[in-house]
């Protein structure tokens, strides 16, 4: 009602003054018209030249900009780029492109029965270890001295300082932030800056990515440690599990700091996953919904090295490409110094996460080594084996294809080789990150 009545006194003032508007445009169009063109002419040339003022000082806005993609050399992400380590955990995942949401539709092709001529996409396989001591804490030698070890004699394609946090001070903690700057080279060495907060009943755990350390004194439980890694977002991963009686509060599923923990040590030190030490306790996080990938690590005091490694799969080496395979969990650990193995399906890497299919699906697993390998399985839910491929006797290589009709859960492949030349026991293992199935 409002607005019609508003139409109706409109319409009634428009009539009273048609006879004065069609005066005054009689006398508009007479006198006027000369001077209205060459004032439009005048105000045309004006908009022109404002206009491409504009475009330059936007291109002049735009062009010195720089996206930056790096990290921050001592370990920290760049707080000028768009990773920084306030947001690493919610940020990297789209970017990686390794997580599907749920209820997206996907591509997955069922009846694959060969791969492309690359089926690494152009990455390439990197070893190292995410779990080492020096002398700032209980180990030997500097971060200078660990560095400089693990890249010219251990060599290792990266190498992570943990100092336990208890046991360092700041000064301490920027020597290592100073030597993981000079040390770390793309496409030669990554060094990396941690630390380890431990606890003699709960556990320890491995934090990166952070400009902080902190200790058991300020953090002196699960749930405050919890919470300063997810304020912080750090990345973490659960050291040598079950060797402390709490056993991070059993592995239950904190989901407020799920995403922040990436990693779950399958080995330790000696303590190899052949040992059977802890990877069962593998299994019981991805059963109690953990996204965790196995890693294989020295946790080294001094400066010696088994055949233990921790292997990430990225476009190159360097910092970021580590930070991106470690939020995307592709990453495995082997007992094996050089073992290389792809786990995907389709475009999907071990470490992504993906619908629920209504068809079988196909999974692509390759392992390329130089020992005899003996046993190729894929393990789902309660650490269940659900398909095995024995190879031909003195395999060194692989190539195998299974095809499954997933269930909801997790996939993740386990190979298993005699061991001829690491003095490592009678069998070496490895296992991969899994794909995830929602």
Partial sequence: MLREGVGNGMKAKKNKFIPFLFLLALVFVVFGCRHVDASMMHSNDDSVS???????ADSDATGDSETSGDVDSDGDTDADGDSDSQSEDTDTDEDSGSDVDSDTDIDIDTDTDTETDDPLGGMQFYFGNFHS???????????????????????FDFYAVTDHGYM???????????AAEFYNET???V?????EWTHPAVGDICAFWTHEYIDRVLAPDLDLIYDWIDAVGALAQFNHPGREPDLFNYLTIDKDVADNFYAIETGNKDQGINDGTYINYYSIALDRGWRVAPTNNQDNHSLKANSHRSVYIGHTLSKWSLFEAMKAR??????????KIIFKTDAFWMGSELPLPSRPITFFVQVIDDEPITLVEIISNGGITVAEFKPEANATSVTWQPKLQPKRGYYYVQVTEKDVFDDDGEYQLAVTAPIWIN
């Fill in 168 to 178: 360092i001070n700041d000064a301490e903690w920027d020597e290592a932030g100073r």
């Fill in 133 to 155: 001591h020096t002398g700032n804490s209980d180990g030997m030698g500097t971060p200078h001295e660990a560095f400089a070890w693990a890249r010219d004699i251990a060599g």
């Fill in 191 to 195: 060094a990396l800056r941690g630390f």
């Fill in 330 to 339: 592709r990453i495995y650990a082997t007992d094996d110094p050089n073992m």
């Fill in 50 to 56: 404002g206009s491409t003022n504009s475009t330059d």
């Fill in 187 to 189: 496409g030669v060495f």
